[in-house]
């Protein structure tokens, strides 16, 4: 798998709920593989951005599987975590805008609204369940991961178009043009 299998908006399966992984086998272990080297190729050809994480539907895998690097700070270390069924039990603390990206939509980042600290329950790839507490930057890409799994993209979350910005060639943000601004698709809630 290589960046080109990563898709894009506005392919509508983004905006489609993930099935469930009910039984763990090869075939799971064989898409999270799939889906780390997809961040990996992606990350290589992207000079200013990391490839912090991965849900399968950015394969075009209707699965609830998501894959998260181990370090945000080292891009030499390309381990993951790969997380079945992620769920978030519980949020805290006060909601701030940071800039977020998306390797399914490409160069263009927003300020999007997320709990600072947040409770994840999930399976591993030996299907024992894992639970964990993520904060910072960790706890915003468990928020947008598990968007993906929900239909949700980041520029749904986006309340105000003059809050996306285009990634410049020399790795600078510059504010959109109205002719720019990608359809979103606000979550129900
Ligand atoms: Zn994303």
């Keep these: 798998m290589t960046a080109k299998d990563i898709i894009t908006i506005p392919n509508p399966l983004l905006r489609q709920k993930s099935q469930r992984i009910g039984h763990i086998d090869a075939s799971i272990e064989e898409l999270a593989r799939q889906m780390m080297s997809a961040t990996l190729d992606w990350e290589a050809q992207r000079e200013h951005e990391f490839g912090a994480a991965l849900a399968a539907v950015q394969i075009g895998q209707m699965y609830r599987v998501v894959v998260v690097r181990h370090d945000f700070d080292d891009k030499a270390n390309k381990e993951f975590g790969v997380f079945i069924n992620p769920e978030i039990v519980k949020y805290e603390g006060q909601p ?21 600290k947040v409770k994840v329950k999930a399976l591993n790839l030996d299907g024992r369940p894992v639970r964990l507490t993520a904060t910072g930057f960790l706890a915003r890409v468990f928020q947008h991961e598990i968007d993906h799994t929900n239909g949700i993209v980041f520029v749904d979350r986006v309340d105000d178009p003059r809050k996306l910005y285009r990634l410049e060639a020399n790795g600078e943000f510059s504010p959109i043009a109205i002719s720019e601004r990608p359809a979103t698709n606000p979550p129900a809630e």
Excluded at 96 to 106: F, H, P, Q, T, Y
Aim: proline letters at 5%; glycine letters at 10%.
């Design 96 to 116: 701030a805008e940071e800039l977020e990206g998306c390797l399914s939509v490409k160069d263009l980042y927003g300020a999007v609204k997320r709990y600072p």
